[in-house]
C-alpha cells in the first residue's frame, strides 16, 4: 500500500537555526507533494505544493525539495522562531484520496 | 480564510445517541474528506466524496456514514455512538485531485461520547 512517513520523533530546535522536516513515501511517486501545518486542536492548513518535476521549491522563509531518486521530500524554515512551533504533516493524492503523514512536531525554543 | 464549516465545534453526547456532523463549504469543490484524529496522533481518511451522490470509504475503517446530496454539503452520522467514538472529525475540500490542488480544513468536532 502507499505510505507516507515522517519522522515521529519530535523536533526541537533554537530560534535562529533552520529546520529540516523529512518525508518518505513508498512505491510510485506521486505527481505532487503538499506540506501543511496542524496547530493543537485545528486542522490543518496548507503551506507548499511542489510538483514531481520541480527539484525544489520556495515560499518565504520556507523551502521544500522533491527527491523521486530517494522518495523523498525535505521541509525546510529557515531563521526558525518559536512561532513556527507546531506540526508538520506531509501529504500525497492517491487517485481521489488525500492521505496525510505521520506529521513531525516541531518546537522552537528562544 | 478558508471557507469551509463545520458545526457543532464542541459535541458531549449520550452512548446510544444518533448525531450528525455538519460540514459545509462555498467553494464549489468537487472533492471532500472527512479525517479522525486523536489528540497528537495522524489525520486517518474515514470518507471522501468526490462529487454529488458519490461517496466511498477511507483506509481507517469507521462505524460512521456520510451522504453527497448538494456539492456544497457532505454530514456524517453515526446511528448509535459509542465511547470508542471519542475523537476529533475534521471535514476538508479540495479542487482537482489532478492538479494537486491544496485541501481546505474546517476548524473540526471534537466529540466525546460519554
Known sequence: SQKIEQNSEALNIQEGKTATLTC????YSPAYLQWYRQDPGRGP?????????????RKERLKVTFDTTLKQSLFHITASQPADSATYLCARYLTDKLIFGTGTRLQVFP | EADIYQTPRYLV?????????????????DKMYWYQQDPGMELHLIHYSYGVNSTEKGDLSSESTVSRIRTEHFPLTLESARPSHTSQYL????????????????????LTVV
Do not use: D, P, W
Not at chain 1, 24 to 27: D, H, L, P, Q
Not at chain 1, 45 to 57: C, G, S, T
Not at chain 2, 102 to 107: L, R, S, T, V, Y
Open chain 1, 24 to 27: 518518505n513515501y513508498t512505491n
Open chain 1, 45 to 57: 492548513v496548507f503551506l507548499l505544493l511542489i510538483r514531481e518535476n520541480e527539484k525544489e521549491k
Open chain 2, 13 to 29: 453526547i449520550g452512548t446510544g445517541k444518533k448525531i450528525t456532523l455538519e460540514c459545509s463549504q462555498t467553494m464549489g469543490h
Open chain 2, 91 to 110: 471535514c476538508a475540500s479540495s479542487g482537482q485531485a489532478s492538479r494537486g490542488t491544496e485541501a481546505f480544513f474546517g476548524q473540526g468536532t471534537r
